[in-house]
T-cell receptor, first 115, second 115 residues
């Protein structure tokens, strides 16, 4: 089954509002997490990452929160803009030396911006 | 500009035919990866390579083959043994393996269809 998953397949928000996209993971051995944005017909674009020794990390208009107790990851986008419309994936990656060295992706959440 | 280039953007395969997808990176990254994406799904790992002349199977390697003769290049061959090859194929690279290698960066994909 999926090691990493997302709670909602589609999220619709008003332009200018804040968006929160959630992700649950089950592999407690993973300690590195990444959020990607994928626009139609393109490859995933790196947004922000976080290691398990952190609870929060901020970027430009984005914040990632990690709750290791309940194995939950979230991406917050401030003041959502039309250009934020895309599918957002969370991904986890194992510690160095652990198993296959690729990312495990959830199915994604489609963020729709309402004017 | 530094990045990952995948070609062609669209590819059609006839029954019984092998086809090769190209992936080139000029980021000086050691690790490279191939993923497959099906509609409405997350990405699944096909093969990865941590260093030149070495590569490992991912979760869905059957029907695929790769080579890593140069650091910059990691071509993927979809063989006739892959019975369901229609998908969006994504190549990625990272500085190194595991969490210490940083995020993976993706190309813009090749869409493969069956004639």
């Amino acid at each position: 089954g999926e090691s990493v998953g997302l709670h909602l397949p589609t999220l619709s928000v008003q332009e200018g509002d804040n968006s929160i996209i959630n992700c649950a993971y089950s592999n407690s051995a993973s300690d590195y997490f990444i959020w990607y944005k994928q626009e139609s017909g393109k490859g995933p674009q790196f947004i922000i990452d976080i290691r398990s020794n952190m609870d929060k990390r901020q970027g430009q208009r984005v914040t990632v929160l990690l709750n290791k107790t309940v194995k939950h990851l979230s991406l917050q986008i401030a003041a959502t803009q039309p250009g934020d419309s895309a599918v957002y994936f969370c991904a986890e990656r194992p510690l160095l030396g652990g198993g296959a060295d690729g990312l495990t992706f959830g199915k994604g959440t489609h963020l729709i911006i309402q004017p | 500009d530094g990045g990952i280039t995948q070609s062609p953007k669209y590819l059609f395969r006839k029954e019984g035919q092998n086809v090769t997808l190209s992936c080139e990176q000029n980021l000086n990254h050691d690790a490279m990866y191939w993923y497959r994406q099906d509609p409405g799904q997350g990405l699944r790992l096909i093969y990865y390579s941590q260093i030149v002349n070495d590569f490992q199977k991912g979760d869905i390697a059957e029907g695929y083959s790769v080579s890593r003769e140069k650091k910059e290049s990691f071509p993927l061959t979809v063989t006739s043994a892959q019975k369901n090859p229609t998908a969006f194929y994504l190549c990625a690279s990272s500085k190194g393996q595991g969490a210490a290698g940083g995020p993976q960066h993706f190309g813009d994909g090749t869409r493969l269809s069956i004639l």
